[in-house]
Each structure stands twice: as C-alpha cells, then as structure tokens.
C-alpha cells in the first residue's frame, strides 16, 4: 500500500511537470491509481511488448517513408517496377531480420478479435495488387527469373480477372509483402499494403507509390520507425536503376497489354483516412533535438490561442531505450518522452532551460523509469484480456480518458531520425516520413494534430515531414504548420 501511494505521488508529479490538470476528473484518478497499483505488482521495463498494446495491427499504426523515384510510363514499365519492388523488399527483409530487437520481420498479421497478431510468413510469398485484381505469386531466386510473375501480371488485368481477388480473398493471409500498381494519393498511402487484405489478415509491408514518390508501407505493430526507415533504404538503393532484367519484364508484359497501356485506376480503399501531407528539404547541419522541440512548444503555445497559459500543450518525442553505449539501441522498439515548454507572461522559458528539463525527460524514459513508460508498463501488465487494452484503456479508442489522453497525447509528435552510416547501404536518398497522429481530429475542427518527422541521411542532408489532422488535415495546413514551425527554428 505504502509503495503504491509512493507510486503514484510520483506519477503525479510527472504529469503536472506536463500540463495543468483537473484533478476533479476521476478518469485521472483511474489512470494513476490504476498504474501505481499495478507498480507493486509488476516489474516496470515492458519496453519491448509495448506497440503490442497501443497496436493492434488497425489502420492508425499505418506509415510510410518514400522517396523521390521516376514513375513509369506505361503499364508493362510498372509491372516491371512492381516486380523489382517485390525482391528489393523480400531482400530488405531477408537481410534486416533479427536484427531489429523485439520486431521479427518475417511475418504477416492474422486477424482476430482483440487486433491482429504477426505469424510467421514465407518473404518468397507476395501479393501484386493491380486495378481491382490481386495476384499471389512466390518469387524466384532473381528478378529476370520472374519472367511467369510479369505474364500473370498481364494477363490478369487484360482479363480483368476477378477470380484472381477470390483466390486471395479464400486463402489465410501466407505474404508479409505487397506490392501494388497504380497511383496513391500521399494522403492515405500509409496504408498501401491493407491492398492486399482479407478478413483474415495480410501484409503489413506494401511497396507502391505516391505521386512523385517509391514508398514503403508498414504497420508499426512489426516494426517501428528505425528499422522503416533502413527497410526503406535498402528498397530504395536496390531500385535505384533499371536494368536488363527490368527491360525484359517490361518487354514481357508489354507483349500481353500492349504498348503504352495505360496503368489502371486503383478502386476506393475501405477506411483510409486521409492526412494533409506536406515536407521540406532541412539545410545541413539538423539542429538538435532541444532546439527543434523548443521551436514546436512555441508554435503549440501561440496556436493554442491562450496568451496567459503557463505551458505549451503537449507533445511527444519517441526515444531509442537503452544505455548509450548499446550498439542496439537505435534499432529498439522507441518509447516516448513527454514534453511541453514553459512560458512566463508569455515569454518562453530560455533554451538551455528547456533542454535541462527535456534531456532528463528523455533520459527517464529511455531507462524506463518516465511518465509514458510507466503508463505503458502498468497498461502492458494490466490483468485484463489484450483485447480490451487496445479497444478501452489505450489511445484515443478510450471516449472515457479523454481528459488524460488529450493532456498526454498532445498536439503533436516530433520525430527525429538520423541514419547511421553503418545501418545503410551506399548514399540513401532524401526520405519523407508519414505517420498519424496518436489524437485524430475531424477536418472542420480548428485546432490541428500532427506528427513532424525528420530523417538525416548520413551525408547531413534531411527532410521535414508534417502529416496532420484538423487544420492540418490538407496539404495547404499541413504545409502551412510545417512552415510556421521552420521559421521557429530559425
């Protein structure tokens, strides 16, 4: 008893470093109550089975990281792309796996009724998805081997062959990869490989595009946003030319549809929503974390409307777990550090003040010993069904811990990822990085969500990433978010 009201002094105390707090709500009460009496039952560092509770394998723990690539021109040039695409992914994969603690790549999500759960799969598995049709193929060893993949391909939409979605649509989900024909919309794109879905389950990795963009697709339930971002390296460098085995492909499907086939229209996809999407090029050299989240507690405070108010709203600021001499820290599952800025008469607090206070946040966290650690721990070792951990006390799927959720979640999540030269083959090219928020708003809604991420290639150039939700939610305020941000950091 003594230790849990330890416990939850502490818990307290981290929240009101935070954000100013209600605690008339009782739903404040549940969550520290609850997670101080689980303390002195369960040991705390979960950190490696947290995305198992705030994932569930659903929609909102879709991402994607792409890069800028030239389009191809006609039908037969994509079915070749997409066949290149599906062996620089099965690659990716095949090299990275275990490699990544707590995040086995070699895998596809089966449904079930508390959220999907990752089994194991065959990478040579891979479902094409192209026009209304979808083709599960296994591939061979070479992509110039897959001369029958290229013919099926064609086939199937000169046919315009139904039972080849029912073929899919009958078996239980076998492919961790798919890679899908046609034209994304940035806005929904992270959630590409739900193409090749069935009721049962599917992929959690796609390869596609998005305008200008190649991109990869992940669920963050499998791997988290480190691991996405070398996935997507490797993808990337591996289809950075077209050569001789692609122009035979090309050559092959091209004998079925015909020269300059137009690429057919991709139908609706079920439960995408959309995200204003909007990045920028980063001058060398990235400022530090402090300086950027200083930057963002600025533009949360103005935004927020309340001149007077003595905190920023919240955000979120994931961080690698670990000891800093951990080879492996970088390519954990993240955990998150909760920070906002402190203003006086309206005056921010100064930035070596701020970054004081964030580096023992953040050090907090990445010994599990933080506000959101602990909260995740207490949810993880909960003694109630998974099920009900994702739909109940997790996220904003919770109507009954608004007021917590809306405090601690926050208007926003800054990410900032800088590849090691080590982790990635060659020169990567500029990547940009989509994710949703963890509060998504409705788009009339005046104030905005966002997640802002910044991935560094070794080389020192980056890019800046908003995607938004609310006034974010098109590409005008997402853009006009982001810019309002830069110009902060100056």
Known sequence: ???????????????????????????????????????????RRLHGDHAYVVSGGEPAA??????????????AGAIADAIALAHAARAALAALDGTLPGQ??????????????????DLA???????????????????????????????????????QADAVAARAPTAAIAVVIGDHAPATARHLHRRAWTDAGGPWLGVGRAG???????????????????????????????????????????????DAA??????????????GVAWRAL?????????????????????????AASMSPVFQVPVAPGAKDDPLRWRRRVVHALLSVRFTDGVPEPLDVFATRARAAIAREAAGDGLASRLLAATAAAPVPLGLKRRRMVGARAPWLRGPIEALAGRCALSVMRLQP????????????????GQALAPDDPRATSVITVIAGPGGDAIATLAGSGAAATPAGAAALLDRWLAAVG
Do not use: N, Q
């Open 1 to 43: 008893m003594i230790a849990a009201w330890r416990s939850a002094r502490e818990l307290r105390a981290l929240v009101e470093e935070l954000a100013p707090v209600d605690w008339r709500d009782p739903a404040w009460w549940a969550v520290i109550g609850g997670a101080a009496a689980i303390e002195g039952l369960a040991p």
């Open 125 to 163: 598995d891979v479902v094409f998805a192209v026009g209304d049709v979808r083709l599960l193929a296994t591939l061979s060893a070479a992509a110039a081997d897959d001369v029958a993949v290229a013919e099926a391909l064609a086939r199937a939409v000169v046919a315009r062959a139904p039972g």
């Open 104 to 121: 086995p790549l070699a895998r596809v999500l089966r449904d079930r009724k508390d959220g999907a759960r990752p089994v194991p799969a």
């Open 422 to 437: 080590a982790d990635v083959p060659g020169a990567p090219p500029p990547m940009i990085a989509v994710s949703a928020p």
């Open 212 to 258: 200008p963009l190649a991109i990869a697709s992940t669920c963050h339930m499998v791997v988290d946003g480190y691991g996405h971002a070398l996935i997507a390296a490797r993808i990337a460098a591996a289809t950075a030319a077209r050569d001789d085995a692609h122009r035979r492909l090309a050559r092959t499907a091209a004998a079925i549809v015909g």
């Open 62 to 75: 879709d991402t994607f990281i792409g890069w800028p690539a030239p389009a191809a021109p006609d039908l």
């Open 262 to 275: 137009p690429i057919p229209a991709l139908p609706p996809l079920a439960g995408a929503a959309p995200l």
């Open 283 to 307: 001058p060398a050299p990235v400022p530090r974390l402090p300086a950027l989240a200083h930057a963002l507690g600025r533009v949360l405070h103005a935004d927020a409307g309340d001149p």
